[in-house]
């Protein structure tokens, strides 16, 4: 580029400069004079002249502050209401905070501690009929959880029935407590096998097997009806079954349990019990019976630091363990072997009330699954086994807690009406027809 052409660049570079810092000059001077006029209008005009739809539309109000007033009354409300408003804390806290340590609690992992080398050396043994789902469930959970169980048996079949589990840590304990020189030998044998060091494989360091406890399961099925048509072979037979065989297994291993601080954990239902229903006088007995020693070898165990629990059970859903079980079964209201003068008595009150204790579901009927499942009855067992203090009475099992209550506290006049039993009039002691009862039981069905 030539000089000219420069020189030519610059002059237009001066003359832009100087147009616009006059067309600046202009606008300003512009908005000034507006300004100036626009104020002496709003000095000399008077305020409203314009009309109403030519005004602007005058801005929106501010956002409501929602959030801060609910805030503010809310604090207003509490600074009020202290009291209240402590109780309602502490409420919603402890209740929170159980049910965080109750679900924590159900959620763990539960394990039976093990051996340096990683082999078993906790051993339970469960008191109980074999062939009972609530055995046979707790000996697999309990084998499953790392323990090894030894299932008491008194005869071959028994041990066939424990040994056809197929699980080489459940294992069957032949003890007759018939049999007194017999017992003296098996709990011998036991013992020598505790305090015997054991291997668990090629190589492996010796260990000693520990005696956790012992699970006291008494057979849990229960004749029922009017106490006069129980021959007293039945109440014998019950009462030897599972109350006096109970304290013999008891007696057989307690010096075992003094040895190594075993716990002793007592199985009983707790519904029929609890509410002394009429036409249960077997089952009342019995579980009566073994509360009341349960109760008295805790008081002296208890001296020793050795604990004893008692667990009241109520409904399960056994429903996985082979066929349904009834924890409490009853059958059906079958009166045709009582004698006449019974029937008229008792028939149409012990139709009634079993036909109530059926539709409530307190025996777990055949066909319903409504029990509490038998994971809280493992859990459980479990706690009472390991836990530094474990509860003295623990209640397990859909209604065991419920009924426990109606029990002791609701009268027991108000239980029984409650279940279907009215008083017998000298009239209404004839033979009841059938349609009778029936409608009496719609009548208690309405009424309950």
């Known amino acids: ?76 409300w509490v600074s009020r209401h202290r009291a209240l408003t402590a109780a309602v804390v502490a409420f919603v806290g402890t209740g929170g ?6 679900r924590k609690k159900h959620l ?37 959880r790392g323990f090894i169980v030894y299932i008491v048996c008194s005869d071959l079949e028994e041990e066939q029935q424990v040994q056809g589990e197929s699980r080489a840590d459940v294992r069957a304990l032949h ?26 494989f090629a190589g492996a360091s010796p260990h000693n097997l520990h005696f956790r406890g012992i699970v006291l399961v008494p057979d849990l099925v229960y004749p029922n009806g009017p106490i006069e048509t129980i021959s007293p072979e039945l109440w014998s037979d019950a009462l030897n079954a599972k109350v006096l065989n109970t304290i013999a297994v008891t007696q057989a291993f307690l010096p075992t349990i003094c040895d190594f601080q075993a716990r002793v954990l007592m199985l009983t239902p707790s519904i029929v019990s609890s509410l002394r229903p009429p036409f249960h006088g077997v089952e009342t007995a019995v579980v009566s019976a073994l509360e009341g020693f349960t109760a008295s070898l805790r008081g002296e165990l208890g001296t020793l630091g050795i604990q004893v629990c008692q667990f009241k059970l109520g409904t399960f859903d056994c429903t996985h363990v082979g066929t349904k079980h009834h924890v409490q079964p009853t059958a059906g209201p079958n009166t045709i072997a009582w004698p006449a003068t019974s029937r008229k008595l008792f028939q149409a009150n012990y139709v009634n009330q079993s036909r109530v204790l059926q539709s409530r579901e307190m025996f777990n009927p055949a066909g319903s699954s409504s029990g509490s499942p038998l994971r809280t009855l493992h859990n459980a067992v479990f706690d009472a086994l390991v836990q530094a203090r474990p509860q ?18 609701v009268p027991a006049g108000l239980v029984g009406w409650m279940m279907g039993v009215r008083r017998v009039t000298p009239d209404a002691r004839a033979e009841p027809q059938l349609q009778d009862s029936v409608q009496l039981w719609e009548k208690v069905e309405r009424v309950v």
Not at 22 to 41: E, K, M, N, P, Q
């Open 97 to 102: 905070f159980l049910i965080w340590r109750e």
């Open 175 to 200: 003890l007759d407590v018939a049999d007194v020189y017999g017992t003296q030998e098996a709990m011998g044998r036991f013992h020598n096998m505790l305090i015997r060091p054991h291997v668990a």
């Open 108 to 144: 763990r992992k539960r394990r039976a501690p093990r051996a340096s080398n990683g082999a078993r050396k906790e051993v339970v043994v469960i008191a109980g009929p074999p062939n009972s789902p609530i055995v046979k469930s707790l000996s697999l959970d309990l084998e499953r």
């Open 392 to 409: 003295k009475v623990w209640h397990v099992g859909r209604g065991s807690l419920t009924y426990d209550v109606v029990g002791n506290w």
């Open 1 to 76: 580029m030539g000089s000219d052409d420069q020189h030519i660049l610059d002059v237009l570079a001066e003359y832009s400069h100087d147009i616009r810092k006059f067309t600046g000059d202009l606008f300003d001077a512009s908005d000034r004079h507006f300004h100036s006029v626009a104020s002496y209008i709003k000095r000399s005009v008077p305020e409203g002249w314009l009309p109403e739809h030519v005004r602007p539309s005058p801005p929106p109000p501010p956002p409501h502050p929602i959030v801060g007033t609910y805030l503010h009354s809310l604090q207003d």
